[in-house]
């Protein structure tokens, strides 16, 4: 993991870290109006289609962190920094699965879900990540009745889905 500039729209209010940085929590009033819009489309991530060309990034693998908070995690999670052996990628596993990170308890998870990938990364998978991330929030928008209810159950299938095929390609 080496650092590089990553591009994005802007979401929040130009002074939204005057303070330092700290994480984005539920409803936070540093978002503006357009920027909530941009956040709930995922619409915010499509600049850094542009570090996927330029090789910085890929479609899919564990998400970038902020320089800041990159050494407070790697000291509370262990194994935090094993992350940073695949490219980072604007969706991964623990996008799907854990949604944003906004407390220690969720970054836990989020590195849990980028090992389990890191060990079962396929073309195949990326392909359930991909289709994960862009059709499952239309779905959930358009079509509610044809989404699985226990998100339990969706997770727990997409997990034994991964590792099943991880099985039978090793």
């Known amino acids: 993991g080496r650092p590089f500039v990553l591009y994005k729209f802007r979401t929040m209010y130009s002074d939204a870290e005057k303070d330092g940085a700290c994480f984005a929590v539920e409803r936070d009033p540093r978002i503006t109006p357009v920027g909530r819009f941009l956040r709930k489309t995922r619409l915010?991530?499509?600049?850094?289609?542009?570090?996927v060309l330029r090789g910085e990034m890929s479609l899919v693998g564990p998400r970038p962190e902020r320089p800041e908070f990159i050494s407070e995690l790697s000291r509370e999670i262990p194994g935090y920094l094993h992350r940073l052996r695949l490219k980072p990628g604007i969706t991964g596993l623990a996008q799907v699965l854990n949604g944003y990170d906004n407390n220690l308890d969720s970054f836990r998870k989020k590195v849990a879900l980028d090992l389990l990938y890191l060990q079962n990364c396929s073309f195949r998978n990326d392909l359930k990540i991909i289709l994960r991330?862009?059709?499952?929030?239309?779905?959930?928008?358009?079509?509610?009745?044809?989404?699985?209810?226990?998100?339990?159950?969706?997770?727990?299938?997409?997990?034994?889905?991964?590792?099943?095929?991880?099985?039978?390609?090793?």
């Open 133 to 170: 991330t862009v059709v499952m929030p239309a779905m959930q928008r358009y079509a509610p009745s044809l989404v699985v209810k226990d998100e339990f159950d969706t997770r727990q299938l997409l997990l034994e889905q991964m590792t099943i095929h991880a099985r039978v390609t090793k």
């Open 44 to 51: 915010d991530e499509l600049p850094q289609l542009w570090n």
